[in-house]
Structure formats: structure tokens, C-alpha cells
């Protein structure tokens, strides 16, 4: 039997918090420039209501690669912010936007 047209597909919402601290709805898959800038740390997973989002456990830490030394200072902010969520001493986006990218490679670049 075929799929019944009067049943629309499940589509998937989640919530992004910018800058200024509103939330904004998108479904998925999130357009491309959406996506560069939730890995530039600049949208936020969070639930609807502003609160933070947790990922279900799945046992496994995500792991981001070392940005290359000629990488955009955008790539070595996020680097910066994961890494440093991993060092015990995390450090917010602002934070790492104020740092140099030279600052942020000798800080974070290391192994």
C-alpha cells in the first residue's frame, strides 16, 4: 500500500538563540548560513522557551577538529569555546571574540 496523502511528513522544529538572546524557530535541515553560524557559536540549541538544550546522552563527547593555523579567526572562536568547555575553564563566545586569532591558536592550539 502507498503512503496516505492526507498525512502530511512529521517535520522537525528546533530553537536557536542569536544574538540579543531571541529565539528563533527553524525547521530542518537549517539553511547553510544558519548552519555556519550555530558552528561559529553564534545560534544556540536551546529548547523553546530560551532555556538551554541538552543533547539525549549517547556516550560519546562530539570532537572538533584543530582549525589549521590560516583558518579564519570564526573557526578558531568556536575551536575556542568547545576546547575550552573540554579544559574545565570554558570561556563564552564574546570571551573569544576579543581575543586575537593568535592569542586564540597559542591558548587552545595546543594538544
Known sequence: MGEDPAVE?????????????????????LPVEIQKQVLRHEMVHVNADGSPYLEPATGEAPVLDRPSDTALK??????????????????????ADL??????????GKD
Open 74 to 95: 570564526p573557526a578558531w572562536v568556536g575551536y575556542a569555546v568547545w576546547r575550552s568547555e573540554r579544559l574545565g575553564e570554558p570561556i563564552t563566545v564574546d570571551q
Open 99 to 108: 581575543m586575537t586569532k593568535a592569542d586564540l591558536i597559542g591558548r587552545f
Open 9 to 29: 511528513p512529521e517535520v522537525e522544529t528546533i530553537y536557536l538563540r542569536g544574538t540579543g538572546g531571541v529565539v528563533w524557530a527553524y525547521t530542518l535541515p
